[in-house]
């Protein structure tokens, strides 16, 4: 078990490397078996977050995400509504001050049956 611990650690990290050297806009850390967001991850991410522009978590087990991945992934602007839609479990979201796409906007009310929380469109996040 802790060897599989260890090849997981050790694929989000080549993941989030290739994502810095490369200057990507997209992280994508699916399959990874991730439950929660890892902290150090923000720290590695630090002068690139704002560049970021998606990010994919398909085929994790996560529990949750804290308000500190909203915050440093603010800028996200397309969200699988349609995977969302399809979690049972999943109660709410906040994606408040992403630059969210009309798209999203247009086809999330509908189809989801929890809170997702969104500002106005044009609307910036208070400053710190």
């Not at 990010?55 to 699988?80: C, G, H, Y």
């Amino acid at each position: 078990m802790l060897k599989k611990m260890g090849e997981a650690v050790a694929r989000v990290a080549r993941k989030v490397n290739e994502t810095v050297e490369s200057g990507s806009d997209t992280l994508d850390l699916a399959e990874c078996k991730l439950v929660s967001f890892p902290i150090g991850i923000y720290k590695v991410l630090w002068n690139v977050s704002g560049q970021i522009h998606l990010i994919t978590l398909a085929n994790n087990e996560l529990k949750s995400l804290t308000s500190k991945f909203m915050t440093t992934f603010s800028q996200l602007r397309d969200v699988p509504v349609e995977k969302l839609a399809a979690m049972p479990a999943l109660r709410s979201i906040n994606l408040r001050f992403n630059p969210l796409n009309a798209e999203v906007r247009v086809i999330a009310p509908p189809l989801i049956k929890f809170d997702m929380l969104m500002s106005p469109e044009g609307a910036r996040a208070p400053l710190p």
